[in-house]
Each structure stands twice: as C-alpha cells, then as structure tokens.
C-alpha cells in the first residue's frame, strides 16, 4: 500500500545488499524506519520484540530466515537448527511454523549446494503469494460491504469495526482484515471505521495509520466503546484478522476478540473473520483448549509508550510502582460467535465443514 504516495510492502529483499529490509514497527505511528536483518539474530529479535508483527508477516520474515541459515550452512543440522531458533520467538501465530515447515519440507531433499538459492525463492514466493491470498480477500470481503452498502440509504457510510493491527503492516501487503476496507473505499463505497486503540500494545494506532495514509475515514476508540456502539446500531459489520484458526472454525486473535465477538452476537452485528489459508491451523480443533496463548512482558501493560509534548518518543508508567500486570497476548472466540471467515477462495461458515469445502485438499492431509 502507499505511503504518502510510494508503495511499500512491510518487507523487501534488497538484492543490492543481500540483505532483508523491514519497516521497524515499534516506532509507528510515530516514526517510519527502514533496518536491514542481517543474522539469525536479528531475525530472532525482529520477531519477538515486535518489529515486525501479525501472523503472515512472521511467516514471510521466518522464510527469509531459513533462507540466510542457507546461506551460512546448508547442512540439515544447521536446517533443523534454524527452524527451532526461529520457532521459539512467537507460540501464538501458526503462520511461523506454517512457513518454517514449508521451507524444511522443500529445502531438505535439495542438495546442499543447491539449497540457499532455492531457500531464497522460496521466501520470495511465500512473500508474493501472501499478496495474492489478502488481495483474493479483499475481494470476497468487497462483496459483503457492498450488500450491506446496497442495503443503506444512498451516501449513508458502511460502518465496520476492527480490533488489533490486520492491516498491510501485519501482512506483506494489502492486510486481511483491512484488505476489503481498500477494496471498497477504492471502488467508491462509503465507508467508516471503528478503530479499536487494542491495549497494551496500541496496534490500533498501526490501523489507523494505515487507514489515514489511504484515506479511510475511521475513529480511534478506547478498547471498551465497541459494545456500546454496537447497542446504538452504528456498526454494521466487525472484521477481525486472526492468528490461528482450528479446523472447526475457533479464531485465534489479538486479546479483546472474543469480548467483541460476545458483544457483536448480543447485538445481531455480523462479525467476519478475514482468514489467509495459511492461518489455519488443521491439526487443532479447540482453540480454547489447545492454542497455547502468548504471555508477554508485564511491562507493556504497566507501561505505554507515545509521543511526548517535547516531540520525543517516550514511555510512562501507568500504575502505581510495583503494580504487577498480567499480559495474555490473544484469546479465542468460538466458532459458534463467527459469523463467516473470509478466506482467499470465498466467505465460508466458521466450521469444519465450511473450511473443508474451501480446502479439501489440506483438510484430507491433515486427517
Ligand atoms: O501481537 P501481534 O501484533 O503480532 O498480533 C497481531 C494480531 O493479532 C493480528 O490481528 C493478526 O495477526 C492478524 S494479522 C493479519
């Protein structure tokens, strides 16, 4: 998507450097930065401490981990070694081993001295393709807004609402859950946004960011407001993004999901999950009792980072001096308060049959 005209995507090879270049995101919304990831190292921490962030980015960065570990030593050693390194940095989001598996799965049966130029066009094609699916759903998704839009009085804005940072700056391009709002504004729909702020880390102001550089009219609400507007009729829709959904349908997302998800059930708000097929994750069914969830640093909820009034960036505590905080980073919602999952091959039910008809080949590998 664009930034104040230039198109960027999250991440890009620098062929120039033999290097990966990302968009530091623990800066945004505030300061746009550019760093090379040049060792597993830096791979690792990219990861982990969230500079780059959302479940198909961390895939697409991890392949191009796989691809440096070939380049350094392409023995299946330094293979399986690379892939638990880069495994560990996130438990959360399936995309990781989604990704890392694809890679082993391709790279093992190459010779080695083939195998750091095939590892690199395979992240290349992990990248593009993950373009290709958001852009597919983008698709699926303008389709629902224009109903609802079809369904308002003429200029009346389609009001969404979406939680958490499932825009192009979790993606490699174009987001899931922002790619149908790209979509319609780009086709003329009227459109608002509800932006959930999303505590603690505020991936909402990466939303609001992104919305306000392709001009999206949207507002930046407190974690708590959606059930509130939801009662007073003025949202029509929630997507969400997702991080892992079971075969059955159970949607894995950033904490805070699931109280929109009661929210939008209590109030008759149809409530979509934008969903890229390498997010599901076939080998799990209950997502309550088998997703393992995330616990971050304490820090990042006894703390808020933003602009300061000098113009700095800068942290402040928000509780009192040895408050302990608690930071489960995700929740699920059950399939039963899904309304549809927006897929790169059409809307279906939050089900096992819905997904299995979408996808019968991974479904059957799975069994
Ligand atoms: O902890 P994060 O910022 O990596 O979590 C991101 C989310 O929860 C997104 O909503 C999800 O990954 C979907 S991204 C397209």
């Not at 945004?28 to 198909?56: C, K, N, S, W």
């Not at 942290?315 to 009192?320: I, L």
Request: charged share 20%; aromatic share 6%.
């Amino acid at each position: 998507m664009k930034i104040d005209g230039t198109h960027y995507r999250s991440l890009w090879w620098n062929s120039e450097n033999h290097v990966l270049e990302i968009i530091d995101q623990r800066w945004l919304p505030h300061e746009f930065r550019v760093i090379p990831v040049a060792t597993m190292q830096d791979f690792a921490d990219a990861i982990y401490q969230m500079r780059v962030r959302g479940a198909p980015l961390i895939g697409a960065t991890a392949a191009y981990g796989m691809a440096l570990a070939m380049a350094e030593d392409a023995s299946d050693a330094n293979m399986d070694a690379a892939w638990a390194f880069l495994e560990k940095t996130r438990p959360t989001a399936i995309n990781l081993r989604w990704a890392l598996d694809r890679c082993r799965a391709a790279l093992r049966p190459l010779p080695e001295a083939d195998r750091a130029a095939a590892a690199l066009t395979l992240a290349h094609e992990i990248a593009d393709e993950d373009v290709e699916i958001n852009r597919r759903i983008g698709e699926h998704g303008l389709a629902l807004i224009r109903e609802i839009a079809a369904r308002k009085p003429a200029g009346e804005p389609v009001r969404l609402l979406t939680h958490c940072n499932a825009g192009w700056l979790a993606t490699v391009d174009w987001g899931t859950a922002t790619s149908p709002m790209y979509h319609a504004q780009d086709a003329g729909i009227p459109l608002h946004v509800w932006v959930d702020e999303t505590r603690p880390r505020n991936q909402g102001a990466l939303t609001a960011w992104e919305l306000g550089k392709h001009g999206v009219p949207h507002t930046y609400i407190t974690d708590n407001a959606g059930g509130h507007l939801m009662q007073h009729g003025m949202v029509d829709m929630v997507i969400t993004g997702t991080d892992r959904t079971t075969r059955r349908g159970d949607v894995c997302n950033k904490i805070g999901t699931y109280l929109k998800a009661l929210a939008a059930h209590d109030n008759g708000v149809p409530f979509y999950v934008a969903l890229p097929s390498p997010t599901i994750d076939w080998t799990v069914s209950d997502g309550v009792a088998e997703i393992p969830i995330e616990e971050r640093d304490a820090q990042e909820v006894t703390h808020v980072q933003g602009l300061t009034d000098g113009g700095g960036l800068g942290t402040v505590q928000v509780t009192p001096t040895g408050t302990q905080g608690g930071n489960p980073a995700f929740d699920v919602t059950p399939n039963r308060l899904v309304t549809g999952l927006i897929t790169e091959r059409g809307v279906c039910d939050a089900s096992e049959a819905g997904l299995s008809d979408l996808f019968p080949n991974f479904a059957k590998a799975a069994e």
